[in-house]
Nanobody, 113 residues
């Protein structure tokens, strides 16, 4: 059974920063594309950033220039550095192994205005 465990969420003022981490078990997925998604209250979950095994990254427009996704394959860990946070970034953030149905349990990020 694959497990993904996120950490690093919290309450921050607008303009602040947070760094999320996600450690996953299951070496067969070490080289899959990894992703961070989020779900705001009353909205559908959306992917905000992805990173391939080769380090190629993608971002949705609303977080470009503010968020950075990275990974450490040796540690089975994916990170999301979030800077210049805005109230609309509030939500539960999940890590995900692309190509599988595996998601973490989520970590709450709340940005106050």
């Amino acid at each position: 059974q694959v497990q993904l465990v996120e950490s690093g969420g919290g309450l921050v003022q607008a303009g602040g920063s947070l760094r999320l981490s996600c450690v996953f078990s299951g070496s067969p997925y070490r080289y899959n594309t990894l992703a961070w998604g989020r779900q705001a209250p009353g909205k559908q979950r959306e992917l905000v950033a992805t990173i391939s095994d080769a380090g190629r990254t993608t971002y949705i427009d609303s977080v470009k220039g503010r968020f950075t996704i990275s990974r450490d394959n040796a540690k089975n860990t994916v990170y999301l550095q979030m800077n210049s946070l805005r109230p609309e970034d509030t939500g539960v953030y999940y890590c995900h192994i692309s190509g599988t149905g595996y998601w973490g349990q989520g970590t709450q990020v709340t940005v106050s205005s």
